[in-house]
């Protein structure tokens, strides 16, 4: 179905059918600017812009109540050299370096 969709849409190029209108109006543009004439712009569109009012948003926010406990402080992971000095302390061997690969003893 697909190849009989494409074989009817398909056909030699004739690139004398198509026409560069992009080319035509920048072409007539710099025409009307070398007779003088004044070149009319379109006005910008503006996309109006999504005002929030801060304060309702923070009251919507308190009304709908705590969404559960907060998380407690100083229950961060522990960095690689604390966790290096807790196996350390309870009593497991300190790992060696990777030996560099022409360091072989």
Aim: charged letters at 30%; a positive charge.
């Amino acid at each position: 179905m697909a190849g009989e969709l494409i074989s009817s849409l398909s056909g030699p190029w004739k690139p004398r059918e198509y026409q560069d209108t992009f080319r035509q109006s920048v072409l007539a543009l710099v025409k009307k600017k070398e007779r003088g004439e004044t070149i009319e712009t379109g006005t910008a569109r503006t996309k109006a812009a999504r005002v929030v009012d801060l304060m309702e948003a923070l009251k919507a926010t308190l009304e709908q109540g705590p969404k559960g406990p907060a998380p407690a402080r100083g229950t961060a992971a522990p960095t690689r050299t604390q966790a290096r000095e807790r196996a350390h302390v309870k009593g497991r061997p300190r790992r060696r370096a990777a030996a560099k690969h022409g360091d072989r003893s």
